[in-house]
């Protein structure tokens, strides 16, 4: 049977985000470095799952049971039985990140620079336009 969809985008919150969230708050809290970087890793995962997720949402949402997959893949992401989001991370996430981490910093430096750059700009430009309105009135 699938579950309606507020029902499963529910339950997906609880297990994908809150929860998550909850144990990140305690990991904080703890003097234990170990669960942070589990966390870390997870939160990794899970943001790149749903970032990836947002752009094929259209496509694979027709599918059947795909809410239902969806809450699975959370809970093998975090259970400890299955250890996913290390798998993932360990597998084929650090492995992608490390080939790749000297272009993605040079791509991060350049967005930065370059919106840094557009931002002074458009401060510039505002500050003109605020100045022009007060000799209006």
């Known amino acids: 049977m699938v579950l309606p969809k507020i029902v499963t985008g529910i339950i ?14 305690k990991a904080i809290k703890s003097e234990d470095k170990d669960d942070d970087t589990e966390l870390l890793v997870y939160w990794t995962v899970a943001g790149l799952f749903s970032f990836f997720e947002f752009w094929a949402d259209i496509i694979v949402s027709w599918f059947p049971f795909y809410y239902e997959l969806k809450i699975a893949f959370f809970i093998f992401l975090q259970n400890p039985w299955f250890n996913g989001a290390q798998f993932l991370w360990k597998t084929f996430i650090r492995p992608f990140l490390d080939s790749k981490e000297a272009q993605i910093d040079k791509g991060i430096n350049k967005a930065k620079t370059e919106g840094t750059k557009y931002g002074k700009k458009a401060m510039n430009e505002a500050k003109k336009l605020k100045n022009r309105t007060r000799k209006i009135n």
């Not at 997906?12 to 708050?25: D, R, T």
Request: aromatic share 28%; hydrophobic share 50%; glycine share 8%.
């Open 12 to 25: 997906q919150g609880i297990v994908a985000f809150l929860y998550p969230a909850y144990k990140s708050f």
